[in-house]
């Protein structure tokens, strides 16, 4: 029996951690909905983003008008990233893109920790981090609030896409860049609001991770282990990455608990990997993906 | 005014199909090869060659690489460190457990085992495509990465995980020097460089060129698909793996696993986009400018450095290099081959254009 509530205990702690991983593939989903970007810089956008939230803090300011304050800031940088990158790079292949999106990453990862120093800060958002004992399996206190924060964002960016005129013009240009054009819908605009929101997912991601880890530079890499969360979804969809990130929480904590005694531990980095790459094998496009139909 | 090709005929299928078919091409070509082979290292100093030199050769191998993989065939692969690795480690291993064979003959085996691996982590390739490719290939750098840090039989139970490379020693010289270093290393890039320049022009690089622009039209025009695929994935991995052996055997002489990391496998990345994708003399021009970036920013910044901290330099680097990154993108998508091109196009009319 004991057995039983241990792999119970592994497998929704590995639930409930993969939710925080779905939290930054949400960023990467957002960017290459509405604009076929994989934008490496995701991660350091949480990384970012939090530097500032911790700076603007740290400053003597309330933690509401730092979170404002800091959303501006990613604003800000959609405006940037869109009007003196992505614009003067329509219709370039899809792999010039992705090494533009890590140019930005070197230059926001030198940027923040610039301006902002690179000691590891504290993050103390007052959510309890205790066990909590539900029946006989002890859960992490802070994983259950995170795994509401992602919960809560999922839904509201779902509402924002169903219902709003930009989430609309978003789904519009995700569909079809040229019908979505010869509609009227502005791209340049679309493009920078859905920079924005995903600067805001990554503010969500960075305030969460960095009240787990401390703000410091390692959150950046915390994208590595989004992307085949984001593969497993699917490049296309939000539930995707969701579903993915708990199967890869879940997934990576078990063969860690169960396969790392054998082969002496440190399997979580590439785990995500070869299991999104069979997932990969089965289906092409992921969990969730759009079918890629191709014609010559 | 020099540079005209005017009154040079064609008379043979040979000159025809000569990858230099302009003669003053030909002309400069001997004498950049009579440059690197002679004046250079009567010339440069030890630092020069140790830590600038062979490396921009090193990478520019490791950038031909990739550059086939990507640039020709259209794979995108950011596992080009994981095959240096297995380059290094290989012909390590056959150094230390047959120390009879001679390393050329061990950087040799370091390509194909290389290869070997490149082929098994290239078959998701006939299933996938674009990104979704690229993490397998993050797959397999992620895999390697872990296996040769937590595998002891790799490092040949090293406590630290650093391999040291054993001397290198050919019919009783020793290379010892910086100078027979890097002319070591300039004679097999050499000869590797002009082998991929020929691939690319043969049947085999032309393949690889139609699966890059389309690979259904490609198999409906009778390509093998699998064959040509695994093929782009073998040389590409087999010259990753020399180029990983010169690394740990010429370079460095001692490498661990993390020196293999991902941030090598974007940085060769660069190398080829920032060079052109789909050119050879790409791959040298990149590797050169991503290599000499950093060096150039450090000195740049040593001149105003009194007054910021070597952490703030350090940082600032970051932003000024991933900067000239997004710059150069949007200046020129197509590389410092393609600027070549146009320089060389300019130079046919000049003085009296059009």
Known sequence: ?296 | MFYRETGQYKTTYAADRAIFPIRQDRVAFAVLLLVAFVAIPLLANEYWLRSVLTPVLVFSLAAIGLNILTGYTGQLSLGTAAFMAVGAFAAYNLEVRVPEVPFLVSFVVAGLAAAGVGILFGLPSLRIKGFYLAVATLAAQFFIEWLFTHVGWFTNYSTSGVITAPPMTLLGFSFESAESRYLLTLCIVVVMAVMAKNMVRSELGRAWMAVRDMDIAAEAIGINLMKTKLTAFAVSSFYCGVAGALWAYVYLGTVEPQAFDVLRSFEILFMVIIGGLGSILGSFLGAAFIVLLPIFIANASGVFGDALSAETIAHLEFVIFGGLIIVFLVVEPRGLARLWQIVKEKLRLWPFPY
């Open chain 1, 1 to 296: 029996m004991d057995e039983l509530y241990f792999f119970l205990e592994v497998l929704i702690g590995g639930l409930l951690s993969g939710t925080m991983y779905s939290l930054v593939a949400l960023g990467f989903v957002l960017i290459y909905k509405a604009s076929g970007i994989f934008n490496f810089a995701q991660g350091t956008m949480v990384l970012f983003a939090a530097l500032t939230f911790v700076g603007v803090l740290e400053l003597g300011a309330p933690a509401l008008l730092a979170a404002v304050i800091t959303l501006a800031v990613m604003v800000v940088l959609a405006f940037a990233v869109e009007r003196l990158v992505f614009r003067h790079m329509v219709n370039q292949p899809q792999v010039i893109l992705f090494m533009a999106t890590i140019g930005l990453a070197y230059f926001l990862e030198g940027l923040g920790q610039t301006v902002w120093g690179t000691e590891v800060h504290v993050l103390d958002l007052g959510i309890p981090d205790r066990g909590l004992w539900l029946g006989p399996i002890l859960v992490s206190q802070f994983d259950l609030v995170a795994a509401a924060v992602v919960a809560g964002l999922v839904g509201a960016l779902g509402v924002f896409f169903r219902t709003t005129t930009m989430g609309r013009a978003l789904r519009g240009v995700a569909d079809d860049h040229q019908a979505a054009l010869s509609i009227g819908i502005p791209l340049h605009h679309v493009w920078v609001a859905v920079w924005s929101v995903a600067g805001f997912v990554a503010l969500v991601a960075g305030l969460v991770w960095g009240s787990k880890l401390g703000v410091q530079f390692s959150i950046s890499l915390v994208a590595l282990k989004a992307i085949p969360v984001m593969i497993i979804g699917g490049f296309t969809s939000i539930p995707g990455a969701i579903v993915g990130g708990l199967i890869v929480g879940a997934s990576e904590k078990l063969a860690e608990v169960y396969l790392g005694p054998f082969v002496g531990g440190g399997l979580e980095n590439w785990f995500p990997y070869m299991l999104a790459m069979l997932v990969l094998m089965v289906r092409p496009e992921g969990l969730f993906g759009e079918k890629i139909i191709e014609r010559v």
